[in-house]
């Protein structure tokens, strides 16, 4: 329903109501139906409050939605990119270099909505990013990525799926269960879907699941994301991103990231656990494998590869502490995290 008269005239008396309110405030009780559910029961509730919400039109994003959004808390004159983490002039919006332009973070290909509402306008999954590096970006769908993106330093991209930065790992995964919890078909709407794989366009799907569980973890909601989840709510659409306000609602929807530890069990394990200077790393199969290790926060830390059965990893350049360690097996893209501590004692 487009009622964009109706919030414009009624956007002042908004503004007036909430300047004084402290964001990421839930509304009372607006989860209410949601308690006590898992799974299914669960993503329906939540499709459920967060159905209907009010649609605006594709050019609204680029002409003031995202402007305050995606305004950078430190210049009130520019957005914060998301992949690049640039803060850039608002009136620099464009499809030259190092322009911006608007990135759906659910690929329109994967659905085929385009820019139309609601899901091709919804403001949940819209963000501003580098105009190249949303075309490198293009419709991939997310996990670990390969070779270094240019004017994204900490992406990573290869031929079927794309690497954010670990500051917005844990906001790019949010973005695709929303989706997936939104549109649920009906109405014209698409039923979109979140599963463990890639190359999944044109189909309503995005990947990968095992990884976007693990970065929802491994990088919490910080103020910039939950500011802008109650932008939308308070001043635009007038529903919440229901995984950022309740980052555990991920887990009791699609189980949590056990799993994919256990997935390829007996081909990699980790030792000694605590380790001091050196962690071995054992595996069933001698194939080359990708590892990266991170704090408990979601930092990129180490990463390197594996080349033999049992492989040995220097973690000198480490303090001590707990960490995840994330394997890749590059033939079969089975995805191992498993935590270790580093101890100097």
Known sequence: MTIRNYILATSLLFGMLFSYVAFAQIPPGYYDNAQGLTGDQLKTALHNIIDDHIEFTYNDLRDFILKKTDEDPNNSNNVILLYSGRSQAKNTFGGNPNDWNREHVWAKSHGGFGNN???????????????????????????????????????????DSFEPRDAVKGDVARMIFYMAT??????????????????TSPSPLMGKLSQLILWNEMDPPDDFEMNRNDVI???????????IDHPEYVNKIWGNTSYVTTTNAESISVYPNPANMVLHVKSKYAESKQYTIYSIYGSKLLTGRLTASLSDIELKPLIDGVFFISVIDNTTHVVNKITFIKTSR
């Open 182 to 199: 939104r549109y649920e078909g009906g109405g014209g709407e698409p039923d979109l879907e979140v599963v463990d794989e890639v190359n």
């Open 233 to 243: 709510y308070y001043d635009y659409q007038h529903n919440r991103n229901p995984f």
């Open 117 to 159: 509402p609601p899901a091709g306008t919804d403001a949940h999954h819209i963000r501003p990013t580098d105009v190249s590096v949303n075309s490198s970006r293009g419709n991939l769908d997310f996990d670990i990525g390969g070779n270094p993106v240019p004017e994204a330093p900490g992406c990573f991209k290869d031929g």
